[in-house]
């Protein structure tokens, strides 16, 4: 019986949500797959759900290889819910191929629209249309639960298939061998006071301090959590990022971000 969560995130959308699923739905175990934890899914849980966020119209390096190597057990029900900001396209269907490839079936996949955390595009959206939105996945979230709950299987989310096809297919297949080395644009400015926080909270562990500044070893998986949750905003992606206001989920703390990199927590 129950549920097993697992979770990856950058800047906390995720984690909330699975912290919000966990909370409607009993004897739900919340597993962080940040740090490549792949244990396999507890033999008690009959409910397995990813909870992460779209990268580039598809899924993040960490959870394609999620997919790939979790424990597979027919008898499961399986469920997904991708965080996003505002363009899930086939990001769930690559998922369920994924796993039917496995022999698994993905019996629902939720998108929910929250705020965008891809500072390269822009800083955070203000305070007022950040609480919209979360006010709007909450009212998602219940329903998620509801169907979760009861096992039911319900219509995978996807976007328009013009979409689909050109985001998805054509330039997420494009840019996805790109990503590891896409940190060249990563650069440090004078505020870094060398506390180290960037090389503790990628999931990766990318970044190596040399000489009190981080560097970082082209194996990036983008979460961006390096630039958004540096404590003195000194990391900076390419020009514009000095301008732009850092974000993270406003309920999320560093402490959460860092807890949930070792530990998992029954709630
Ligand atoms: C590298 C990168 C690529 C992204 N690509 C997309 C995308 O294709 N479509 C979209 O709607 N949002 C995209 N986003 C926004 C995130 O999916 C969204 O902000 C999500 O809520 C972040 O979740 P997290 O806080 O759990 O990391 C992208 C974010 C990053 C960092």
Known sequence: MGTCLY??????????????????LQGTELISISAGN??????????????????????????????????????KYYFAVALNGGQVAATLLQLKKLMQARGLTLAAGFEIH??????????????????RMFAEAGKKIERIAGIVSRKESAPID?????????????????????????????WVDGKCNSCAVCEKICPAKNIVMNGGKPTWQNRCEQCLACIQWCPKEAIQYGKKTPGYARYHHPEIKLTDMLHGQIVSSKQ
């Open 38 to 75: 792949t244990a396999p899914a507890k033999i008690d849980s009959d409910r397995i759900g990813i909870v992460f966020p779209v990268h580039m119209w598809g899924l993040p390096r960490r959870v394609k290889n999620f997919a790939r190597e979790m424990a597979a057990d027919r008898d």
């Open 7 to 24: 979770y990856y995130t950058g800047t906390g959308n995720s984690l909330w949500v699975a912290r919000q699923l966990a909370a409607k």
């Open 114 to 131: 929250s705020p965008s955390n891809y500072i390269p595009w822009g800083g955070a959206a203000p305070a007022e249309e950040q609480k």
């Open 158 to 186: 996807k976007g328009p298939l013009w979409k689909n096809i050109l985001l998805s297919s054509l330039l997420y297949k494009l840019s996805f061998p790109q990503v590891p080395k896409m940190d060249k644009k990563f």
